[in-house]
Nanobody, 124 residues
Framework: QVQLIESGGGLVQAGGSLRLSCVAS????????MGWFRQAPGKERELVAT????????YYGDSLKGRFFISGEKSRTAVTLQMNSLRREDTAVYYC?????????????????WGQGTQVTVSS
């Protein structure tokens, strides 16, 4: 079973930046889309950003475009999320996710591979 390995979370002051990375445990992993979701305490998990391979389309959650940037490796087995101008409301557990087959990529349903999550805490 392929694992998604996340790194880069931590504590940062408001206005600062963090970079999250996610790598699949197998370089032969084939997937249609790969990206990030987040879940804050007491809230539902929501899309942060995702990329569909081939078309290289990038999608962002509401209010995140312009602050967050997703990029993917040519191998299609790793993604990076650059987060700038962080706000307290960005505090959450961030999960890397991958969808192995074609389909709707803006919702967590259909993503069949998930990382364990990495905590991002933004302090004032």
């Amino acid at each position: 079973q392929v694992q998604l390995i996340e790194s880069g979370g931590g504590l940062v002051q408001a206005g600062g930046s963090l970079r999250l990375s996610c790598v699949a445990s197998e370089r032969s992993f084939r997937n249609y889309a790969m990206g990030w979701f987040r879940q804050a305490p007491g809230k539902e998990r929501e899309l942060v950003a995702t990329i569909t391979w081939g078309s290289e389309n990038k999608y962002y959650g509401d209010s995140l475009k312009g602050r967050f940037f997703i990029s993917g490796e040519k191998s299609r087995t790793a993604v990076t999320l650059q987060m700038n101008s962080l706000r307290r409301e960005d505090t959450a557990v961030y999960y890397c996710a991958a969808r192995s087959d074609y389909g709707y990529v803006l919702d967590e349903d259909g993503y069949d591979y998930w990382g364990q999550g990495t905590q991002v805490t933004v302090s004032s």
